[in-house]
T-cell receptor
């Protein structure tokens, strides 16, 4: 079965450093998402992306965050200057249909565990 | 603002038992509801998706029901096995992107 692939699986960085988390969505999917899960808390929406632009973002997704689809297969999340509170598991997801059509099953990657020291 | 609550937070059962996990949501204007499984330190595996026009979905030993008007869903697991041990997350999709509950941590004891 096709799957969403995320790299790296673990990333350790120093506070203030930039990190880029990478994702390869399922090939025929058109809608891409980033979610995060702080240890012990709910999975939270960060941003959705379609047709090379952000379609929706949450309050968490401030100016320190950016997303990009640099080529036909990769989808990246960049955190410009990491803070301690950015430590979390970051999940990439993709779907074939637009959110709201009812049939949009989201497929999630296995996540990148980001630790900011 | 959509809020999703899952009860119980944790559940421990002996192998072979049938069990029910509960999910409730505050805004009934949803498009669909999805149940996920999460193993420790791992990603989210989609188990079942119920569209708002549907009442239930079944996959193997899993059955999920949806009562949109009352804002509730249940996940029924028949004949539980130790391999079912994981955290089960409920998430709803509506005017906002997928909103998750905190999950039910299930332990099935052999």
């Amino acid at each position: 079965e096709p799957e969403v692939t995320q790299t790296p699986s673990h990333q350790v960085t120093q506070m203030g450093q930039e990190v880029i988390l990478r994702c390869v969505p399922i090939s025929n999917h058109l809608y891409f998402y980033w979610y995060r899960q702080i240890l012990g808390q709910k999975v939270e929406f960060l941003v959705s992306f379609y047709n090379n632009e952000i379609s929706e973002k949450s309050e968490i997704f401030d100016d320190q965050f950016s997303v990009e689809r640099p080529d036909g297969s990769n989808f990246t999340l960049k955190i410009r200057s990491t803070k301690l509170e950015d430590s979390a598991m970051y999940f990439c997801a993709s779907s074939q249909f637009r959110s709201g059509t009812g049939g949009e099953k989201l497929f999630f990657g296995s996540g990148t565990q980001l630790s900011v020291l | 603002k959509q809020e999703v609550t899952q009860i119980p937070a944790a559940l421990s059962v002996p192998e072979g038992e049938n069990l029910v996990l509960n999910c409730s949501f505050t805004d009934s204007a949803i498009y669909n509801l999805q149940w996920f499984r999460q193993d420790p330190g791992k990603g989210l595996t989609s188990l079942l998706l119920i569209q708002s026009s549907q009442r239930e979905q079944t996959s193997g030993r899993l059955n999920a029901s949806l009562d949109k008007s009352s804002g509730r869903s249940t996940l029924y697991i028949a004949a539980s096995q130790p391999g079912d041990s994981a955290t089960y997350l409920c998430a709803v999709s509506g005017n906002t992107p997928l909103v998750f509950g905190k999950g039910t941590r299930l332990s099935v004891i052999a």
